[in-house]
Nanobody, 116 residues
């Protein structure tokens, strides 16, 4: 019922910046929160940032002050601005949407590689 498509990943140098986008379609009226997660090789998927339907945001401690999650309601799109990227943040980044009923939806993921 909800489809999520991420874009914006790629190769960046340490200390660089990247902006990820997630476009939502389908039964978007059911979404009450969206977020970004990442999964590095051999690691568990971890929450990076969330934004509620009311605009409240939360961040993992490791990215506070460097990452910003935002939304464009007209485009049904959520963004993740990532600054001062570190090599250990190389991962596949996934967009997530949660409905009022608690159902979780995931995008296909976009690879962010932080390397010189």
């Amino acid at each position: 019922q909800v489809q999520l498509v991420e874009s914006g990943g790629g190769l960046v140098q340490p200390g660089g910046s990247l902006r990820l986008s997630c476009a939502a379609s389908g039964s978007i009226f059911r979404i009450n929160a969206m977020g970004w997660y990442r999964q590095a090789p051999g690691k568990e998927r971890e929450l990076v940032a969330t934004i509620t339907s009311g605009g409240s945001t939360n961040y993992a401690d490791s990215v506070k002050g460097r990452f910003t999650i935002s939304r464009d309601n007209a485009k049904n799109t959520v963004y993740l601005q990532m600054n001062s990227l570190k090599p250990e943040e190389t991962a596949v980044y996934y967009c997530n949407a949660k409905t009022l009923a608690g159902t979780m939806y995931w995008g296909q993921g976009t690879l962010v590689a932080v390397s010189s």
